[in-house]
């Protein structure tokens, strides 16, 4: 049974709350409610639109741990499944690229792009078998702010209805993000629960601390952090003078800007050319999470100042990153620590806590629909 002292400590007002008990990040069962309650019920990014562009264009992934297809079928509808064939479970797709049908590689059971069962290798005999009644089964898919996003959820709303105004605000500092093309992958296996990951990217309270390249790349002092419905927008200026960041002298966007989209998608526009960074953060066990952070920019080829851009992150801010969570989640193993207080800014400055505490009373609120449905 799910633990019924989870909101311990919680305030709605940041300034007087404490944070999730531990026992969210370190036990197995909230790992296992997080999967059934947060990630298999919200809107999960798979790539950007130039993956699916074209009729046939296919893209496979996972979503708590559920294999997933996203198809462009021929009238140009994008589509997405679950990638199991409905003879034996086999799956269908693998990877990315195009193709004119979906063939299971086990028997051969071909289906049309829109899930339509075509083909059945010796089935003309069976009685009562028939193609028509055999279909892969559907997933939510939608494009959004020049993305693809998943939910497994089939009674979910559209993520441009739960989102409000997400999409007009991207779209008011990215115009051109669905323009972008694919340029770089990184890729991190961190020893640390999902929620502290994302706990650590909502806030620049330990920035100063911990990230002073990141203080001199932008200007803390207009750092701003706004919370929504179910994203948060991080905002501030870029630096005036030198960094040790990047050089950002020639940069033609000047603003860095920041959204979380809950639960676990991170869209960001550093300062440099038009850009935009997708950090996904995917749940892999109650202790380990992967990240991936995918460079799209005006040219395939990275220029000089997106070079410098990506060693920075990946040789400096990320270590500087994944050395705090997993430090936090082998603290949070102790008997020393069960919940600590949010740190907030009345004034929403980039030093304070407060899309933390949204974040959590996000995740509480799941808790309470899964608590409800579980058994007393």
């Known amino acids: 049974m799910l633990n019924s002292d989870i909101n311990c400590g919680y305030n ?5 709350s404490h944070s999730l008990l531990s026992d969210a990040y370190t036990h197995g069962e909230w790992f296992t409610t997080d999967n059934h309650f947060i990630i298999s019920k919200t809107w999960q990014w798979v790539c950007h639109v130039e993956k699916t562009r074209e009729p046939g264009s296919f893209i496979t992934t996972e979503i708590a741990g559920q294999p997933i297809a996203i198809v462009r079928d021929r009238d140009g509808g994008l589509r997405a499944f679950y990638n199991v064939c409905k ?4 799956h269908l797709l693998s990877g990315e690229g195009t193709t004119s049908r979906i063939m299971c590689p086990y028997h051969a059971w071909t289906y049309r792009l829109d899930g339509s069962l075509l083909r059945a290798p010796h089935t003309e005999n069976l009685p009562d078998f028939r193609l028509n009644d055999i279909c892969l089964d559907q997933v939510q898919v939608e494009e ?31 115009p051109d993000v669905a323009d972008l093309t694919f340029g770089h992958r990184l890729t991190y296996d961190i020893r640390s629960n999902w929620k502290n990951v994302v706990d650590n990217f909502l806030e620049c309270y330990h920035c100063p601390i911990a990230h002073k390249d990141f203080c001199d790349l932008v200007d803390m002092d207009t750092y701003k952090v706004t919370t929504h419905g179910i994203y948060s927008s991080h905002m501030a200026d870029a630096g005036n003078g030198q960094n040790s960041a990047y050089d950002v002298s020639a940069a033609t966007v ?3 800007a920041v959204w979380w989209l809950w639960p676990t998608t991170c869209l960001m526009r550093y300062p440099g050319r038009s850009s935009m960074i997708v950090l996904n953060i ?4 109650v202790d380990r999470t992967l990240e991936t952070y995918d460079f799209y920019l005006e040219t395939p080829e990275p220029n000089e100042m997106e070079l410098d851009a990506i060693r920075y992150l990946d ?17 949070m193993n102790t008997p020393a620590f069960s919940q600590g207080r949010i740190v907030a800014d009345p004034n929403g400055s980039g030093k304070s806590e407060h899309a933390l505490h949204h974040f959590h009373g996000l995740v509480l609120d799941a808790y309470a629909r899964a608590a409800a449905k579980s058994p007393a």
């Open 12 to 16: 709605k007002n940041p300034t007087q």
């Open 87 to 90: 003879h034996r479970a086999h």
């Open 144 to 174: 959004f702010c020049g993305f693809v996003f998943v939910n497994l959820d089939p009674t979910a709303e559209s993520l441009a209805a739960q989102s409000g105004d997400l999409q007009s605000e991207i779209m008011h500092w990215a």
């Open 254 to 256: 000047k603003t860095h």
């Open 282 to 285: 995917i749940p892999v066990a």
């Open 315 to 331: 040789e400096v801010l990320q270590v500087e990153d994944i050395a705090l969570v997993e430090s936090v989640q082998k603290g």
